[in-house]
């Protein structure tokens, strides 16, 4: 069973910039499609972001120009550089590889002033 590790969430401010990490196990990284999703307070998880194992991405609308997913690997690692945050973009940040049914524990990125 697949698990995630992901780390970098913190407090930023209004238009700041933050790297989260989502670290997985297991030897089928580099051929699984890695997908970035948060969730807010009150509100379900909704899918943020998509790195296919050709290194394709994709992104939900809200986010387009503003964030970047990429991946490395040799380490298993996903990243999501998130920039000119706002604060809509206060969450829990999870990945996943789309087939896993365990979630690992997130990562909270606040944008306050």
């Known amino acids: 069973q697949v698990q995630f590790v992901e780390s970098g969430g913190g407090l930023v401010q209004p238009g700041g910039s933050l790297r989260i990490s989502c670290r997985a196990s297991g030897s089928l990284f580099s051929f699984s499609n890695m997908y970035w999703y948060r969730q807010a307070p009150g509100k379900e998880r909704e899918w943020v972001a998509l790195i296919t194992s050709s290194t394709g991405t994709a992104y939900t609308d809200s986010v387009k120009g503003r964030f970047t997913t990429s991946r490395d690997n040799a380490n298993n690692t996903v990243y999501l550089q998130m920039n000119n945050l706002k604060p809509e973009d206060t969450a829990v940040y999870y990945c996943?590889?789309?087939?896993?049914?365990?979630w690992g524990q997130g990562t909270q990125v606040t944008v306050s002033s």
């Open positions: 996943n590889d789309g087939r896993s049914a365990s």
